[in-house]
């Protein structure tokens, strides 16, 4: 599986933004896809991730309620609508995907195939 994530900028505080990841190669195959970010000084967090199959949709506490993870069968593409953007969400944005059945949407260790990673930076 192939991942190429799209849609980071600059915006200021309470704009929205939408990330786009692209998949190729085994998509039929791909159980889960999450989205992760990683600003400066802090680990790798989880905060949004979608079972492929059933659509069923899971979120960090710190973005639920304004992020919405979603995907798009025809074009095999996720997408993460970021709404009421804050400052602390300035980090760089990294699609996952992973093929495992009993993979834990929100651990980093349990995804196996990643985008490069697009900035998000929030000014107050």
């Known amino acids: 599986v192939h991942l190429v994530d799209t849609g980071g900028g600059l915006v200021q505080a309470v704009d929205s933004l939408r990330l786009s990841c692209a998949a190729s190669g085994r998509i039929f195959s791909t159980y889960t896809m999450g989205w992760f970010r990683h600003a400066p000084g802090k680990e790798r967090e989880f905060v949004a991730a979608?079972?492929?199959?059933?659509?069923?949709?899971y979120y960090a506490d710190s973005v639920k309620g304004r992020f919405t993870i979603s995907r798009d069968n025809t074009e095999n593409t996720v997408f993460l609508q970021m709404n009421s953007l804050k400052p602390e969400d300035t980090a760089v944005y990294y699609c996952?995907?992973?093929?495992?059945?009993?993979?834990?949407?929100?651990?980093?260790?349990?995804?196996?195939?990643w985008g490069q990673g697009t900035q998000v930076t929030v000014s107050s």
């Open positions: 979608i079972r492929w199959s059933s659509r069923r949709a």
């Open positions: 996952a995907a992973t093929l495992r059945v009993d993979s834990r949407y929100y651990s980093p260790n349990d995804y196996d195939y």
